[in-house]
């Protein structure tokens, strides 16, 4: 049986195949080359961390307020003080 070229393949290739053969070290060792050769983020203190996560934060509320607004768009028009009357009810 010949030994699949991991070079080549895909990091989603790779994952693949070591989830399909667990027990191929080489395999394994040669994803996880893959990962690393992948940039990432590198934090360097507990400050850029908390920006990070800050930011990403933000990023999500503003995904998950244009979300709403895509739905509340979709819905047909309910005038201000039609809405007021029907939340005291």
Known sequence: MNKPNFQAMTKEELR???????????????????????????????????????????????????AALEKVSQISTIFLEDLKRQLQQ
């Open 16 to 66: 693949a195949y070591v989830l399909e053969h667990r027990d191929d070290q080489e395999a394994f060792y040669a994803f996880a080359d893959k990962l690393r050769e992948t940039p990432g983020i590198e934090i360097h203190s507990m400050e850029q961390l908390q920006q990070l996560i800050e930011s990403k934060r933000d990023r999500a509320d503003i995904q998950d307020a244009n």
